[in-house]
């Protein structure tokens, strides 16, 4: 059974950082992509950041690039995000999730195979 399991989310202070992990079992974890996607309420599903299976690749959203970092530990199991320069607007559930496609990193949450709980992030003006 395949499970993603998120932690490191909180509330904090506009301009802080927050590094949330994601820690996969019941999957080979190196021959899988990695990503992290986030919804605020009342709004869609939005793409943040995938790494490849080698660790060699990553694609970010446009709203987080240059703040945020994905990166991943294979030999832990564990795909990170490194948030720096929260803002408000970067309030939301964040989720990781597991792709199994050979095509390469995509934005489109519909080719992640598997999805975590989620952890709430929440950044107070």
């Known amino acids: 059974q395949v499970q993603l399991v998120e932690s490191g989310g909180g509330l904090v202070q506009a301009g802080d950082s927050l590094r949330l992990s994601c820690v996969a079992s019941?999957?080979?974890?190196?021959?899988?992509?990695m990503g992290w996607f986030r919804q605020a309420p009342g709004k869609e599903r939005e793409f943040v950041a995938a790494?490849?299976?080698?660790?060699?690749?990553?694609l970010y959203g446009d709203s987080v690039k240059g703040r945020f970092t994905i990166s991943r530990a294979n030999f832990e199991n564990t795909a990170y995000l490194q948030m720096n320069s929260l803002k408000p607007e970067d309030t939301a559930v964040y989720y990781c999730?597991?792709?199994?496609?050979?095509?390469?990193?995509?934005?489109?949450?519909?080719?992640?195979?598997?999805w975590g709980q989620g952890t709430q992030v929440t950044v107070s003006s």
């Open positions: 019941g999957l080979t974890f190196r021959t899988i992509d």
């Open positions: 999730a597991a792709s199994r496609s050979p095509v390469g990193l995509r934005t489109a949450d519909s080719v992640y195979d598997y």
């Open positions: 790494i490849s299976r080698s660790a060699l690749r990553s």
